[in-house]
């Protein structure tokens, strides 16, 4: 049984920093890509993250782009999120998210539980 466990999350000040991380179990070989994505208050789930195992690319939602970083660690088939520069409207819940096939792109299949990230002003 496929399972991604995220840690990180937490509470923190407008302008501070986070780091979140994804340990998966389970899976078998690395996956086409992992990332992350996020449901805020109000608004609906968006893919805040993505790296491309394949090829290493990176891909990043236009709210986040030059203050999240998405890493991977294709032998330990882990993903990490750091997060600066944090914004309130970045509180919500954040999951990591797998593809579990090897074909290259990209089509989540497998997601974690969710760790909140909470930003306060």
């Known amino acids: 049984q496929v399972q991604l466990v995220e840690s990180g999350g937490g509470s923190v000040q407008a302008g501070g920093s986070l780091r979140l991380s994804c340990a998966s179990s389970?899976?078998?070989?690395?996956?086409?890509?992992m990332g992350w994505f996020r449901r805020t208050p109000g608004k609906k789930r968006e893919v805040v993250a993505t790296f491309y195992s394949r090829s290493g690319n990176t891909d990043y939602a236009a709210s986040v782009k030059g203050r999240f970083t998405v890493s991977q660690d294709n032998a330990l088939k882990t993903v990490e999120l750091q997060m600066d520069s944090l914004k309130p409207e970045d509180t919500g819940m954040y999951y990591c998210a797998a593809d579990r096939t090897t074909w290259g792109g990209c089509d989540y299949n497998t997601w974690g539980q969710g760790t909140q990230v909470t930003v306060s002003s």
């Open positions: 389970g899976l078998i070989s690395l996956p086409s890509c």
